[in-house]
């Protein structure tokens, strides 16, 4: 945020929102995620094969959303924890069988504390033991006045089951979103968030990141933690080779020297020898501390 303030207004441009899902186990998350990625994922041909890199876009009039998939609040607080929002807007899944549970109120509290807008996809409302008033009213109990309550929290009936309401809650994602500043430079400084990050047998390092602003190329020499390197191909969530990603785009990148922890901020540098430089006192900072840590 402090990075995107430093570039020009004049220069930002609208880019597309990105949502995590939160809610409590077994509400539907996971469901909601798949139900999501299948009915509208960007670039047609849907129920095509799409690889789980921890995050994909799909298109809703011509609009394209980010949402990050791995559901829960892992990723999002480590994102916070490193001081990345992690998200645009929440969608807080509440299964109308249920109602608000721990994981509900634990949720609400990430968010607000992210000050990040919250939607509820109000879920499992096919089952015969759904209450859809009940659980409003203790939504409302929780400061999550529905709108239709006068209150301002759009509450969005769905089944991720049977894949219903889903264009409602995109529609209402993107007014959420025309609410909000979310803008980035796509020809400013290069940098975002790493969604996940592991050793491949074949690949070598595959890191997911997250453009936050300007275009990432391929051959763009990135800095994540104490990870760094050119990178050497990179692919969308489909699996396809990709040359450029703007802001809001989820990319697999091959060609970091090491695994970067998710939620680390990544840099693009101009030069090899600036970013190894960067990641040698990053290295060496770290030594200090466990060397001046109290031994136990
Ligand atoms: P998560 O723990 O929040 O990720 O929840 P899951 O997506 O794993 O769903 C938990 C269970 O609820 C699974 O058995 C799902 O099939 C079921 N479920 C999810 N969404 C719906 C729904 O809309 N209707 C019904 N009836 N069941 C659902």
Not at 36 to 61: F, L, M, S
Not at 173 to 202: C, H, M, Q, S, Y
Not at 214 to 219: A, C, D, H, Q
């Given at each position: 945020r402090q990075l995107i303030a430093k570039e020009k207004p004049e220069a930002l441009q609208d880019r597309p929102p990105v949502v995590t899902i939160l809610g409590h186990?077994?509400?539907?998350?996971?469901?909601?995620?798949?139900?999501?990625?299948?009915?509208?994922?960007?670039?047609?041909?849907?129920?095509?094969?799409?690889?789980?890199?921890?995050?994909?876009?799909?298109?809703?009039?011509?609009?394209?959303?980010?949402?990050?998939?791995?559901?829960?609040?892992?990723?999002?607080?480590?994102?916070?924890?490193?001081?990345?929002?992690?998200a645009d807007i929440v969608v807080l899944v509440v299964a109308a069988n249920d109602g608000v549970m721990p994981q509900t109120r634990e949720a609400i509290a990430h968010a607000r504390a992210a000050r990040v807008p919250i939607i509820v996809a109000m879920n499992k409302i096919d089952r015969p033991d759904a209450n859809p008033d009940f659980t409003k009213k203790q939504l409302a109990e929780v400061g999550l006045v529905p709108d239709d309550w006068d209150g301002d929290t759009m509450v969005v009936p769905v089944s991720a089951k049977l894949r219903k309401g889903i264009d409602d809650l995109l529609e209402?994602?993107?007014?959420?979103?025309?609410?909000?500043?979310?803008?980035?430079?796509?020809?400013?400084?290069?940098?975002?968030?790493?969604?996940?990050?592991?050793?491949?047998?074949?690949?070598?390092?595959v890191a997911t990141l997250l453009v936050y602003n300007?275009?990432?190329?391929?051959?763009d020499i990135v800095v994540a933690g104490k990870a760094y390197g050119r990178i050497r191909a990179m692919f969308d969530f489909r699996g396809r080779k990709l040359r450029k990603a703007g802001p809001s785009t989820p990319v697999q990148i091959?060609?970091?020297?090491?695994?970067?922890?998710?939620?680390?901020?990544?840099?693009?540098?101009?030069?090899?020898?600036?970013?190894?430089?960067?990641?040698?006192?990053r290295l060496q900072q770290q030594q200090k501390r466990l060397a001046s840590a109290p031994k136990i």
């Open positions: 186990v077994d509400h539907g998350k996971t469901t909601l995620l798949d139900a999501i990625r299948d009915t509208n994922v960007a670039g047609g041909e849907a129920g095509g094969i799409t690889q789980h890199i921890g995050a994909y876009q799909v298109e809703h009039k011509n609009r394209l959303i980010t949402f990050l998939d791995t559901p829960g609040h892992a990723a999002f607080t480590a994102m916070r924890s490193r001081g990345a929002q992690g209402a994602i993107l007014l959420v979103a025309d609410t909000l500043d979310i803008k980035a430079n796509p020809e400013g400084r290069v940098f975002g968030t790493v969604i996940e990050a592991k050793v491949d047998r074949a690949k070598g390092v300007g275009t990432l190329e391929t051959g091959m060609g970091l020297n090491d695994v970067p922890d998710a939620g680390e901020l990544f840099l693009v540098y101009e030069n090899e020898r600036e970013a190894r430089t960067v990641v040698e006192e």
